[in-house]
């Protein structure tokens, strides 16, 4: 296990379709984290899992939006309904429990809503 | 709305130049960690800080925090064009969720022979 993997690198949808995007994290991390990324901002938070447990959730992640960590190991985003404005880089990062500790991206998915 | 200033916007050297990339935030900061970001990819962690006073290096970037924790800075010795990129400063702040990290708008260093 070299990193945080995600998939797909990049994917193009049609408005009103449905997308999800996968995140396999470091396997010893069990904090797993998601962010949103548009043109010239730092990312911003989405929500957080600790094992399999959502722990919490940003206002910016609306009703379309669900994530998921069955078993605390991958994590799956899906977006419904999509819309233009959910266009963006999606990253996930994953860090251990312990403390202060950094956490490690992954490529991140770009997403474009067309 | 950012929680973190980063500045300058943007930074355009020669090779070999130093530079100098600072992040402040009005808040005191729990963690701060730098990244770097290559366009259209993922983040690449660089350096964590933690306590106030705090400074460490990797080969030829120094990051340090101020003792208040509310200032950091990234310098680059030397410049090469290996550098070039978005660095991004991202903060745990208290009160929040440990690892919740809130981010700048990032600094596109462009390196030019």
């Known amino acids: 296990d070299t990193g945080v993997s995600q998939d797909p690198r990049h994917k193009i949808t049609k408005r009103g379709q449905n997308v999800t995007f996968r995140c396999d994290p470091i396997?010893?991390?069990?904090?797993l984290y998601w962010y949103r990324q548009t043109l010239g901002q730092g990312p911003e938070f989405l929500t957080y899992?600790?094992?399999?447990?959502?722990?919490?959730k940003s206002r910016l992640l609306s009703d379309r939006f669900s994530a998921e960590r069955p078993k605390g190991s991958f994590s799956t985003l899906e977006i419904q309904r999509t819309e233009q404005g959910d266009s963006a880089m999606y990253l996930c990062?994953?860090?251990?429990?312990?403390?202060?500790?950094?956490?490690?991206f992954g490529q991140g998915t770009r997403l474009t809503v067309v | 709305s950012q929680e973190l200033e980063q500045s300058p916007q943007s930074l355009i050297v020669q090779e070999g130049k130093n530079l100098t990339i600072n992040c402040t935030s009005s808040?005191?900061?729990?963690?701060l960690y730098w990244y770097k970001q290559k366009y259209g990819e993922g983040l690449i962690f660089l350096m964590m800080?933690?306590?106030?006073?705090e400074e460490k290096s990797h080969e030829k970037i120094t990051a340090k925090l101020d003792e208040k924790k509310q200032q950091s800075s990234l310098h680059i010795t030397a410049s090469q064009p290996s550098h070039a990129g978005i660095y991004l400063c991202?903060?745990?702040?208290?009160?929040?969720?440990?690892?919740?990290?809130?981010f700048g708008r990032g600094t596109q260093l462009t390196v030019w022979p």
């Open positions: 990062a994953s860090s251990f429990t312990q403390g202060v500790t950094e956490a490690f």
């Open positions: 396997s010893e991390h069990n904090r």
């Open positions: 899992f600790q094992n399999e447990a959502q722990l919490e």
């Open positions: 808040k005191t900061l729990y963690g």
């Open positions: 800080l933690q306590k106030g006073g």
């Open positions: 991202g903060a745990d702040r208290r009160g929040s969720t440990l690892g919740r990290l809130y």
